[in-house]
């Protein structure tokens, strides 16, 4: 295996250091979701958009695909990427997290049935400022095998990986999402605490918080740390993923592919606690729970989660002009009237 980059501390932007095993804790300067102002630092002259140029790039994968067996019969003619999250398609959750992260390359892994759906959901992401491609997943072989359709896709680019019923939020998710992807070195998981951690894949660690094992639903948890399902890796996880073999149940285990990473020294935590939120949408009750938890959140602020519009704008990727052209085109007069709210509050923040 080549060797990408020597081990060790990585700077990353926004004053924030991602070491071995954690990152600091830092404010960030602006709310995942704040409503007064765009980021208009990634815009040039007159509110034109933001060329996809940069000296270093991620490209994103959301997985789309698997069996939705914990779902029937509701997904038995959809797939749950698909289905609502309260007022948005549960896909919108997870593309908008990679958006956040500054990832403007993303490709949806699906199933032969659902890929032409989600195509005719998102596009080529143009409309966003983005490139959306798709790849069809005959068979669900495991998150890992991601890795493999997408070889292709990825290159010799790095990439960040997101389950497809996964929902994040918090205003600590923008700068952490950005800053793990600058400063990846190998690999990184994120965290999040959880009081039944014997459901998900467990990371155990030492007692200043330094990785030692993970473990796949451990019958005794050594730790009440869920790994979520977002990931970032340099290119070295295509061959990783590659040489995989298949588990007992016939799957390439991504947990797998963090052992190896975490073998090898090269594996980065970042942890996500107070004042964050991770869902796992894929059950009846927690996409029930997921959304009611963004209906309550839109009804209290005003604010919408997981607008790729008003993502896509606020990252300088869309001009005014291309935000006003997704708003006439919206069908539903609440996300119309939204969309067009932000172009009145943004006129009026710059003074016109």
Not at 21 to 27: K, L
Not at 223 to 230: E, Q, R
Not at 246 to 254: K, M, T
């Amino acid at each position: 295996m080549r060797s990408r980059r020597r081990l060790g501390m990585s700077a990353a932007p926004h004053g924030v250091q991602i070491q071995r095993f954690q990152t600091n804790e830092q404010e960030f300067a602006r709310g995942q979701h704040s409503r007064v102002g765009r980021d208009d630092a990634n815009r040039g002259a007159n509110g034109k958009a933001q060329p996809m140029t940069g000296p270093r790039k991620t490209k994103g994968i959301v997985l789309a695909g698997g069996r939705n067996m914990r779902l029937h019969p509701v997904t038995i003619g959809v797939c749950k990427q698909l289905l609502p999250i309260y007022d948005k398609p549960m896909v919108y959750y997870p593309l908008t997290t990679l958006m956040l992260g500054g990832v403007r390359e993303v490709l949806v892994v699906s199933t032969p049935r659902d890929t032409p759906r989600l195509r005719e959901l998102l596009g080529d992401g143009a409309q966003w400022g983005m490139r959306i491609s798709y790849v069809v997943q005959g068979q669900p072989k495991g998150l890992a095998h991601a890795f493999v359709v997408g070889r292709d896709f990825v290159g010799d680019d790095s990439v960040a990986l997101i389950l497809g019923d996964n929902v994040f939020f918090g205003s600590e998710l923008p700068r952490k999402a950005r800053a793990a992807i600058d400063a990846n070195r190998g690999a990184t998981v994120f965290t999040y605490p959880v009081q039944n951690p014997s459901e998900f894949g467990v990371l155990e660690v030492d007692s200043v918080g330094r990785p030692l094992a993970i473990t796949e639903k451990p019958a005794v948890p050594r730790s009440n740390l869920a790994v979520t399902g977002l990931y970032v890796y340099d290119n070295d996880v295509l061959d990783i993923a590659a040489s995989l073999t298949p588990s007992a149940r016939g799957e390439l285990e991504i947990t797998d592919v963090n052992r190896e990473y975490l073998r090898a020294g090269r594996l980065d935590v970042v942890r996500f606690g107070r004042g964050m939120a991770w869902l796992d949408t894929g059950t009846p009750e927690s996409l029930l729970e997921a959304s009611l938890f963004v209906q309550t959140i839109e009804h209290r602020q005003g604010l919408k989660i997981a607008c790729p519009e008003e993502v896509a704008w606020r990252m300088g990727w869309i001009a005014d002009a291309g935000l006003a052209a997704l708003a006439e085109r919206s069908r539903g007069q609440p996300y119309r009237d939204y969309l067009q709210g932000l172009l009145v509050e943004g006129r009026e923040a710059n003074g016109d």
